[in-house]
C-alpha cells in the first residue's frame, strides 16, 4: 500500500521554494529594479515615487512567492509516494517530470535518520537508505542515499530502520562469504 509523507513535509517544500524566491530575487533585482524604474518613468522625478514604486513591486513579488510557494508544497506533497513491498522500496515523486524508484533489499546496507531543526519542530524524520555502489552526494550535505523518504513520523522511521536491518541481517546470512 503506498503511503505519503507527515504533513509537515508540506513546510519544508515551502520553504526550500521560498529560498529560491529569496535567491532569484537577489539575483535578478540588480537588473530588474532598474528597468521597471525606467519603464514607470521614475527616474528623474522624484526619490519618493522611485521609494513607493519599490515598496509595490516587492508587496507583489512577495504575494507571488507565497503563492508559488503553496502551490509547489501542495503538489510536491500530493504526489510522493512510497511503498514497502516483500522484495524492495518502491517511491514514486515529482510534479513535472515523475521519478519512480525500485530499491532492492539486497543492496541496502545502512540506513540513517535525520531530524533537523524544523523536522524536530512539526515532528517528522528523514530516512537516508544508503546502497551498495551509490556514493553520490545530489545533496551537498555529503550524505548520499539513494533511498531518501524526506518527511515521516518519529515512530515510523525508527520502524523502517528496524524493518531494513532485519532485512539486511536475513539477506547476509543466506549469502555467506
Known amino acids: 500500500m503506498k503511503k505519503q509523507l507527515h504533513p509537515g513535509a508540506k ?18 533585482g540588480w537588473f530588474l529594479a532598474p528597468i521597471s524604474m525606467i519603464l514607470f518613468g521614475i527616474i528623474g522625478k522624484s526619490i519618493a515615487a522611485a521609494v513607493i514604486t519599490f515598496i509595490i513591486m516587492s508587496f507583489f513579488y512577495l504575494i507571488l512567492a507565497i503563492v508559488v510557494g503553496e502551490i509547489y508544497a501542495r503538489m510536491a506533497y ?4 512510497y511503498e514497502f513491498t516483500e522484495h524492495q522500496l518502491r517511491m514514486e515523486r515529482g510534479i513535472i517530470w515523475k521519478k519512480y524508484s525500485n530499491l532492492p533489499y539486497e ?22 537508505i544508503q546502497t551498495a555502489g551509490f556514493s553520490y552526494a545530489a545533496n551537498g550535505r555529503g550524505m548520499g542515499s539513494e533511498g531518501h523518504i524526506p518527511a515521516v513520523t518519529m515512530h515510523e522511521a525508527e520502524q523502517i530502520r ?3 536491518m532485519k532485512k539486511i541481517s536475513h539477506n547476509g546470512r543466506k549469502q555467506g562469504l
Open 107 to 128: 543492496r541496502v546496507q545502512n540506513v540513517d535518520i535525520t531530524r533537523g531543526i524544523l523536522a524536530r519542530m512539526l515532528g517528522f524524520s528523514s530516512v537516508h
Open 78 to 81: 500530493n504526489r510522493w509516494f
Open 11 to 28: 513546510w519544508s517544500f515551502r520553504f526550500r521554494t521560498y529560498f529560491a524566491f529569496l535567491f532569484l530575487s537577489f539575483f535578478f
Open 162 to 164: 528496524e524493518f531494513l
